[in-house]
């Protein structure tokens, strides 16, 4: 675009732009001024983005030349879908027992049995633990501690 055409067109917006308060201003009043500059903002912003195009983004990172290769974890999340869900209930066990019941409690049970580890092994392991017990029992779930020691339990194993 020449630099003749580009000052047309932000002229020509300048205009349209006035236009639009003038017209927000006798319909709505102050509130139409605020509206109709709201609007032109948000016009203003998606005109900007669509004439700058998309263009390649930067990485943060530098390369360093490394293009072509192209890095693989050893081990990938959708490798484990179990895990995920694990690592999902964790938080909400800790805040909720009725959470630490339902889910995360049930799901690490069925873990053990699936290891062959008894239960008595795991819950002597994990050191005082909540048991699944009454759906409604108030309070929190286990703190991370004993979380974490029945977890460390379960990947002994």
């Known amino acids: 675009m020449s630099r003749g055409s580009v000052l047309g067109i932000a002229a020509a917006g300048v205009v ?3 236009a639009l308060l003038v017209i927000g201003g006798a319909i709505a009043g102050p509130t139409g001024i605020a509206d109709a500059g709201c609007a032109e903002a948000l016009a203003g912003l998606v005109a900007i983005r669509g004439w700058l195009g998309r263009g390649e983004s930067r990485g943060l990172v530098r390369d360093k030349g490394r293009r ?3 890095r693989r974890p050893a081990v990938r999340a959708a490798d484990f879908p179990g895990y995920g869900v694990i690592a999902a209930q964790i938080p909400w066990a800790r805040v909720s027992r009725r959470h630490y019941d339902h889910g995360l409690a049930r799901r ?8 062959g580890i ?7 392991a994990a050191g005082p633990l909540p048991l699944p017990g009454d ?3 108030p309070g ?4 991370l501690a004993a979380i974490d020691r ?6 002994e194993q």
């Open 68 to 70: 072509d290769r192209k």
């Open 140 to 143: 929190s779930g286990p703190d």
């Open 118 to 124: 008894a239960a008595a092994d795991l819950d002597a």
């Open 108 to 115: 690490l049970a069925r873990l053990a049995a699936g290891k």
């Open 16 to 18: 349209v732009a006035a």
């Open 150 to 155: 029945l977890l460390r339990r379960l990947e």
């Open 135 to 137: 759906a409604d029992a």
